[in-house]
């Protein structure tokens, strides 16, 4: 897969870039990066990328000719649809993850000040997408967010497939607690099923907890999923042995 991103910091994207799964799935050759700066195909002598908005009010606007000539560019090198990230987009969620995983090119383009001139949106971009309803500074870290999401999906990508595999055992639900050596910490015991070695008992407590949590802390996912029969009565288990000695979060 080809990333083409344009953006007035290119270091912010290429230095994140740099850790993780996508730092290895670049090194794998799953994933190659373009960064374009608008900055460098400006023409005016001050290399301006921004202008005042028509009709007033604060902040600047992103000029339509530097963005178009740096999305040209990555076209010309790359392609695929442009992908606007900005507050007004769709929310990005896993499903979407899933659908860019399986494209060869994508362009990103990533905003600064206020915004960039609607005409540009109009003629250049093909999709307008946001992260979340919450306001950042600019499309860089969206970008980044955007690019994690979607390089963890490619084959190959996280190393060995058991990770992903896990991914859609669990799919729609919050994760499972997890527990590592000491036994005990501060006097709590790591749960009793995980010491002993019963897989079948491990995955249906794991699936347990996954189904509880997410009914406790995030009932949205859960009316979204159609749980199996085994799934249902997991989920049942959970609620009738809801203690007051829980520690989660929740009703
Ligand atoms: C304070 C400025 N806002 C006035 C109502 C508008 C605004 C402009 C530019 C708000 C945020 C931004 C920069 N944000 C992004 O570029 C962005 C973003 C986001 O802020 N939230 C969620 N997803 C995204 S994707 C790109």
């Not at 999401?149 to 729609?172: E, I, W, Y």
Request: charged share 25%; with cysteine; glycine share 10%.
């Amino acid at each position: 897969m080809r990333i083409d991103v344009v953006t007035l910091f290119p270091g912010m994207v290429r230095d994140a870039c740099g850790w993780g799964i996508p730092r290895i799935a670049q090194e794998k050759g799953l994933l190659e990066l373009g960064l374009w700066n608008p900055r460098d195909y400006a023409q005016d002598r001050n290399r301006r990328v921004d202008d005042r908005p028509y009709g007033g009010g604060p902040g600047m606007v992103m000029q339509v000719q530097p963005v178009h000539d740096a999305i040209q560019a990555a076209r010309a090198r790359g392609g695929g649809p442009v992908i606007y990230l900005s507050p007004q987009g769709r929310r990005f969620d896993q499903s979407a993850a899933r659908h860019f995983a399986q494209l060869p090119h994508m362009i990103l383009l990533a905003g600064r000040y206020e915004g960039i001139d609607e005409r540009l949106i109009e003629r250049d971009v093909d999709e307008e997408w946001s992260i979340g309803d919450y306001v950042l500074s600019g499309g860089e870290p969206a970008a980044l967010v955007w690019i994690d999401a979607v390089t963890r999906l490619l084959p190959g990508a996280l190393g060995d497939g058991a990770s992903a595999q896990q991914d859609s055992f669990m799919d729609g639900l919050l994760d499972y607690p997890h527990y590592s050596r000491p036994e005990v910490v501060d006097g709590k015991a790591v749960p009793d099923v995980l010491l002993g070695g019963n897989h079948a008992d491990i995955e249906r407590w794991r699936m347990k907890q996954s189904l509880g949590r997410t009914w406790k802390r995030r009932p949205d996912l859960l009316e979204r999923l159609r749980l199996s029969d085994a799934q249902q009565a997991l989920l049942e288990e959970y609620i009738r042995e809801q203690q007051t000695t829980d520690s989660d979060q929740g009703p």
